[in-house]
């Protein structure tokens, strides 16, 4: 149905790879994201080197967070970032926290809180993860997170934990 009259919301996806050519896996995503029909790039953070959090015998991540303007209500929104992640050759584990070809987390869909089986947002690892705040604070230094606080604020709180910017990678 074509609904004229939804809004455009602001959205922040945090994207992460770690297998099969990481920063080239970021960089398609990012054009397959902005392919999204009802989908606009708004800002695209640098690529970031991060050592994998939890189990340590997996490679290391490429991370990065871009931002874009969407009338797809979430859930709509994580289907087409399911996709993606399927077409580019993810193998869905029962284990958590393994090795992915990509990972894209919807991190926050305007001021929405959401609790849902499939979805929650803000995602519940962003005030920890120094692989998301650091490129979310790149592209959006002032940005509130709903339900916890100011980025700013987080990111004193949370230490490096030997996240590099990938140099000239983009
Ligand atoms: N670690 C890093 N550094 N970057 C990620 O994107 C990432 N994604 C994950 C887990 C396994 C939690 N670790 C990660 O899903």
Redesign the pocket.
């Known amino acids: 149905m074509i609904n004229s009259t939804a809004e455009w919301v602001t959205a922040y996806i945090?994207?992460?790879?770690?297998l099969a050519n990481p920063a080239e896996q970021i960089k398609f995503a990012r054009i397959a994201i902005a392919q999204i029909i009802g989908v606009k790039e708004l800002a695209f953070s640098d690529l970031y080197h991060?050592?994998?959090?939890?189990?340590q015998d997996?490679p290391?991540?490429?991370?990065a967070v871009m931002s874009i303007t969407t009338d797809l209500p979430p859930l709509d929104l994580l289907r087409s970032l399911q996709r993606i992640e399927n077409d580019q050759g993810r193998i869905r584990k029962d284990q958590?926290?393994?090795?992915?070809t990509l990972?894209l987390?919807l991190l926050l869909y305007g001021e929405q809180l959401i609790e849902l089986p499939d979805l929650s947002v803000p995602h519940p690892?962003i005030a920890e993860?120094?692989?998301?705040l650091y490129p979310l604070y790149e592209i959006a230094p002032n940005l509130l997170i709903p339900g916890k606080a100011n980025i700013a604020d987080l990111l004193v709180h949370c230490p490096v934990?030997?996240?590099k910017k990938l140099a000239a990678e983009r």
């Open positions: 945090g994207l992460g790879s770690n991060s050592p994998p959090m939890g189990p997996q290391d991540y490429v991370n958590r926290w393994v090795a992915r990972d987390d690892g993860r120094a692989f998301v934990n030997g996240l």
